[in-house]
């Protein structure tokens, strides 16, 4: 897939393997094995568009988000940011921050409980603006009132706050050095349903008024449906569909796509799609991943050649593609 130039960020070719211990023989011969996590993954994200990567539990979408903003090392291509590729060589963590930020699945792991919430707010304010105490001071009760929530915030420490209470701060904190882009992992996945609509709706109103870019990652296709532009469908480290949101939804074409979709509960018995597509067998093994189409062993469309070549992604209709060989079949 080609992705686009005038993308904030844009991975080509990204991996990330994990390597396997050879175990307590250290005379052992035998060679060492990797997780492949990320698989070669190209993905854009245009400025001020949110792009939702979506997949079910152990796809490698946190380890992707994770690569991305180098808090684990590439093992192979490109993470392109504002032009420059970021995944090579050092890096300036105070430039390379202060323009992209991460928002944590769990707000009471990502929330230090011996800081109060304005010195969590505070602290990335000093160490990669270089802002005095009065700057960041301001700054804090701005992010904090752009999240919903007073001042007096700000002297409370993380356990006296509700759980929607957390991940507002932890929001706050994200978006107070004013970055361009904001990773989102399963931000509203610990929370009740009731706070999850008003933080999907607090990320909205951000993103419109900061300008915000988000790489949502979630498996919930909600969630993904509601705050996403493009859509990207994992599945074993790999990308097999991707295009605008809207048009994935509705015409998914890939056979995983398709059951990932359909698995999704629909709040109305007379359109119950719960057990119209069914995914057989078991998620393939990430340290010896079968040979070609790593779906093919579950996928009712595979033939001989999906054993042995591995599709690529390929343009079905603009902007919507699909890594398949049979993709006919999914009309």
């Not at 997780?35 to 796809?59: F, H, L, M, W």
């Not at 509601?226 to 056979?255: C, F, Q």
């Not at 719960?274 to 010896?288: D, H, K, W």
Request: with cysteine; net charge neutral; hydrophobic share 40%.
């Amino acid at each position: 897939m080609e992705v686009e130039s005038d993308n904030l960020l844009r991975t080509v070719d990204l991996k990330k393997y994990f390597q396997i211990r050879r175990g307590f023989n250290p005379f052992s011969r035998k060679p060492a094995g990797f997780v492949r996590a990320v698989d070669g993954v190209s993905v854009g994200i245009p400025v001020g568009k949110t792009v939702a990567v979506v997949g079910e539990s152990g796809c490698g979408k946190t380890t992707l988000a994770r690569t991305v903003i180098r808090l684990t090392p590439s093992t192979g291509g490109k993470i392109v940011f504002e032009g420059s590729d970021i995944a090579k060589g050092p890096i300036n963590p105070r430039i390379l921050y202060r323009n992209m930020q991460m928002v944590f699945q769990d707000p009471d792991s990502s929330l230090d409980p011996r800081m109060v919430v304005g010195e969590s707010i505070a602290e990335p304010l000093h160490g990669l603006m270089g802002w005095s105490k009065a700057e960041a001071g301001k700054a804090v009760h701005e992010s904090l009132t752009a999240v919903g929530l007073s001042g007096d915030f700000a002297t409370r420490a993380p356990g006296q706050l509700s759980g929607g209470q957390k991940q507002r701060v932890a929001i706050a904190r994200a978006i107070a050095p004013h970055p361009k882009l904001v990773i989102l992992d399963e931000p509203t996945s610990a929370l009740d349903a009731s706070v999850q609509a008003q933080i999907l709706k607090l990320l909205l109103e951000l993103q419109r008024e900061y300008s915000l870019a988000y790489m949502l990652i979630t498996h919930n296709i909600a969630v993904a449906h509601y705050l996403s532009d493009i859509m990207a469908v994992m599945y074993a480290g790999n990308l097999v569909e991707h295009g605008p949101t809207d048009m994935v939804l509705a015409k998914p074409r890939h056979p995983y796509s398709i059951a990932l979709i359909a698995s999704a509960p629909i709040p109305d018995p007379t359109r119950r799609n719960l057990l119209q597509t069914e995914i057989r067998g078991e998620v393939p093994s990430a340290i010896n991943p079968p040979p070609g189409c790593k779906f093919h062993p579950r996928c009712p469309y595979a033939e001989k050649i999906c054993s042995e070549m591995s599709p690529s992604l390929e343009e079905t209709s603009e902007g919507h593609s699909v890594a398949c060989h049979f993709v006919d079949k999914t009309r």
